[in-house]
């Protein structure tokens, strides 16, 4: 299986919104809706942000949401602060009990 | 609350196996609602799952690691564990542990990480 597609980097200014991709299959992205999405700050462990394409864990902030439209789930982070500039990853069950990455995607806060 | 916390050397030779040990506290890995996994990240890349364990044994493994791979559970100590056999310095990387749930994306508790490196 292959890692899912993620662009490498996205930016927006404070109090703006920015929203990153995550491309897969009918095979994992697709065809589950178990998509997931993880913040990580440099020297730090993932943090689960966004699971069930759409859901949020207790603790995380309303201004992220997840959505997904076909083989191409996204991460909205609405309201930009500095202190979410950080590495998001996604990922998504594949089946056979199987579970893939993206290949992250570096957010600036300008 | 539930910690993970990952243990084991440093440093691996090639050719040798990397061992690592995952300690669950503030909880039993013993919950039948959960897995247990290993992912990695190697220096400046992004995560890549290793493989889960259910806490009867079940064990799931990325395909493209699974002959090298074995993940084991020990419930009285409620630990599980990470053997990579045949090390390369491919395999240097951070080495999470995490609990995620029956249909293995959501990820929710992770370890700090352990920085291993295959190097003579």
């Known amino acids: 299986q292959s890692a899912l597609t993620q662009p490498p980097s996205a930016s927006g200014s404070p109090g703006q919104s920015v929203t990153i991709s995550c491309t897969g299959t009918s095979s994992d992205v697709g065809g589950y809706k178990y998509v997931s999405w993880y913040q990580q700050h440099p020297g730090k462990a993932p943090k689960l942000m966004i699971y069930e394409v759409s859901k949020r864990p207790s603790g995380v902030p309303d201004r992220f949401s997840g959505s997904k439209s076909g083989n191409t789930a996204s991460l909205t982070v609405s309201g930009l602060q500095a202190e979410d500039e950080a590495d998001y990853y996604c990922n998504s069950y594949a089946g056979s009990n199987y579970v893939v990455f993206g290949g992250g995607t570096k957010l600036t806060v300008l | 609350q539930l910690q993970l916390q990952e243990s084991g050397p440093g440093l691996v030779k090639p050719s040798e196996t990397l061992s690592l040990t995952c300690t669950v506290s503030g909880g039993s890995i013993s919950s039948s609602s959960y897995y247990w996994g290993w992912i990695r990240q190697p220096p400046g890349k992004g995560l890549e799952w290793i493989g889960s364990?259910?806490?009867?044994?079940?064990?799931y493994y990325n395909p493209s690691l699974k002959s090298r791979v074995t993940i084991s559970v020990d419930t009285s100590k409620n630990q599980f564990s990470l053997k990579l056999s045949s090390v390369t310095a491919a395999d240097t990387a951070v080495y999470y542990c995490?609990?995620?749930?029956?249909?293995?994306?959501?990820?929710?508790?992770w370890g700090k990480g352990t920085t291993v490196t295959a190097s003579s």
């Open positions: 364990i259910y806490y009867s044994g079940t064990t």
């Open positions: 995490a609990r995620h749930g029956l249909w293995f994306g959501d990820m929710d508790v």
